[in-house]
Nanobody, 126 residues
Framework: QVQLVESGGGLAQAGGSLRLSCAAS????????MGWFRRPPGKEREFVAA????????YYGDSVKGRFTISRDNAKNMVYLQMNTLKPEDTALYYC???????????????????WGQGTQVTVSS
């Protein structure tokens, strides 16, 4: 089992940056692909980014491509989401998630992720 705890959320101005972190428990962190999802106010949860076991492959939702970067440090059991050029529409509750397997076809499907954190709030002001 994996426990995930997000941090790094907060208030940012449009055009600014934030870095989210997700700390994972357990010794098998490198056995999981990791993802970030978000739920904007009043909207459905949506895929943001994902990274494979060693970090060799990364995937991004269309709305964040070129602005957000996902990375991981398996030695520290950490996954990160660097968010640049923030927009008010990035305002959401951001969740970290772990999956035993993802590929390009299923990476955006939240049902493919086995473990979830509690979320961290990101608010971007205009």
């Amino acid at each position: 089992q994996v426990q995930l705890v997000e941090s790094g959320g907060g208030l940012a101005q449009a055009g600014g940056s934030l870095r989210l972190s997700c700390a994972a428990s357990g010794r098998t962190f490198s056995s999981y692909c990791m993802g970030w999802f978000r739920r904007p106010p009043g909207k459905e949860r949506e895929f943001v980014a994902a990274i494979t076991y060693s970090g060799a492959s990364t995937y991004y939702g269309d709305s964040v491509k070129g602005r957000f970067t996902i990375s991981r440090d398996n030695a520290k059991n950490m996954v990160y989401l660097q968010m640049n050029t923030l927009k008010p529409e990035d305002t959401a509750l951001y969740y970290c998630a772990a999956s035993v397997y993802i590929n390009r076809e299923i990476v955006g499907s939240s049902g493919r992720y086995d473990y979830w954190g509690q979320g961290t709030q990101v608010t971007v002001s205009s």
